[in-house]
């Protein structure tokens, strides 16, 4: 298992980072909005075996649409089209459920799933690309992207070797407290070995801050998609990637992570 995740990473990553710094804004929107649309799908995959009624298929289809056009607004900077949209969503799941109803009142819960993963998933990575079109936009992406998944990849492996103390036994056995801290720890150490190096305009306490809420926001997300997991009686989201399960296995800390990412860039440094 770690060899096919340390392979699918060696692949993955070079091909990543040429895309990123090479291409244009509305390349690195399209990557967002592949990554966007496969967690999406996958989340819907999750919510409908986590219930009796399965996958309503109308509002993952139509939420795809809105989730691409939610990213699309973003490169542009169209805050407010993007709210617009999240309201046409929910407007189209309303609509969508009335017909399905007649089936019985427990399609709501499977309506309400849905709809939740049509909001958070484009939504909150639609993040990513508001903050790529910010001054130094490129720099941060990565600031983030490197602050949230070695965080990730450390708290696996302290919690592989040193964890004694479970974080969540009801929702993930496998998290440790000392995963989560050794998470936390190299989340703050990555981000000021960062600021020095490409970012020294930034004050290093917030530096700090700014790492932590990160970090917490992402634990908080990989958690969060364990329990749907753990609803739906299922190990991985999906197989597309070798070694680390689904897309959304990958991104869920980062889907968290964005909006606080970007909120900080625009509002506190």
Not at 58 to 82: D, E, K
Request: with cysteine.
């Amino acid at each position: 298992m770690h060899l096919k995740r340390w392979i699918t990473a060696i692949v993955a990553i070079p091909v990543l980072v040429a895309l990123i710094i090479k291409g244009p804004p509305a390349v690195f929107a399209g990557l967002i909005a592949l990554i966007a649309v496969l967690s999406m799908w996958e989340y819907f995959y999750i919510v409908s075996r986590g219930n009796k009624t399965g996958m309503l298929k109308p509002i993952p289809i139509a939420g795809a649409v809105v989730g691409l056009l939610i990213i699309a607004a973003a490169l542009y900077g169209a805050f407010s089209v993007m709210l617009l949209l999240v309201f046409a969503a929910l407007l189209i799941a309303a609509l969508l459920s009335m017909p399905a109803y007649q089936s019985g009142p427990e399609i709501m819960e499977t309506v309400a799933g849905q709809v939740q993963g049509v909001v958070y998933i484009p939504l909150a990575l639609a993040a990513l690309v508001l903050l790529r079109g910010q001054p130094d936009g490129l720099t941060w992406i990565f600031f983030v992207v490197l602050v949230v998944f070695l965080g990730d990849v450390a708290a696996f492996y302290v919690g592989s070797y040193l964890g004694r103390h479970k974080l969540s036994p009801a929702i993930s056995p496998g998290k440790t407290v000392e995963g989560a801290l050794g998470g936390l720890a190299v989340n703050i150490v990555v981000a000021l070995v960062f600021k020095t190096l490409l970012l020294p305009e930034l004050a290093g306490g917030l530096v700090v801050v700014f790492a932590l809420a990160l970090g917490i926001a992402g634990q908080i997300g990989d958690l969060f998609e364990s329990e749907l997991k753990r609803a739906a009686g299922i190990k991985d989201s999906g197989g597309i990637l070798p070694g680390h399960g689904g897309m959304l296995d990958r991104v869920d800390a980062l889907i968290f992570a964005a909006p606080v990412a970007c909120a900080f860039n625009m509002f506190v440094f």
